[in-house]
């Protein structure tokens, strides 16, 4: 299995940027996908989880409203559109899959990407 993150970078306070995360090796519809991040000193946080289906979606209090998880189960790919940025987003963000529930805990995901730095400037 291998999960391909991308599209990360650096961007101005209020702006946007969007992520991918290309799977391969697994039945991709079959396994939800989540966004992670971790910031310098600081433990993984969960962001956001989509279901294999497409039709459900759990988001941290700090992702609701600006960020939104779409997949293309065609593509074998997962987005991440980050709107309204700010500061406090800057970290390496990680996609990861699971089988099963929907869950914000980082163990209970089987696979992981590289990561991709995201930077916010004030």
């Known amino acids: 299995v291998q999960l391909q993150a991308s599209g990360g970078g650096l961007v101005q306070t209020g702006g946007s940027l969007s992520l991918s995360c290309a799977a391969s090796?697994?039945?991709?519809?079959?396994?939800?996908m989540g966004w992670f991040r971790q910031a310098p000193g600081k433990e993984r946080e969960f962001v956001v989880v989509?279901?294999?289906?497409?039709?459900?979606?759990l988001y941290a209090d700090s992702a609701k409203g600006r960020f939104t998880i779409s997949r293309d189960n065609a593509k074998n790919t997962v987005y991440l559109q980050m709107n309204r940025m700010r500061p406090e987003d800057t970290a390496v963000y990680y996609c990861?899959?699971?089988?099963?529930?929907?869950?914000?805990?980082?163990?209970?995901?089987?696979?992981w990407g590289q990561g991709t730095q995201v930077t916010v400037s004030s």
């Open positions: 990861a899959a699971k089988g099963g529930t929907l869950l914000r805990t980082p163990s209970t995901y089987g696979y």
């Open positions: 989509i279901s294999g289906s497409g039709r459900t979606t």
């Open positions: 090796g697994l039945t991709f519809s079959s396994y939800a």
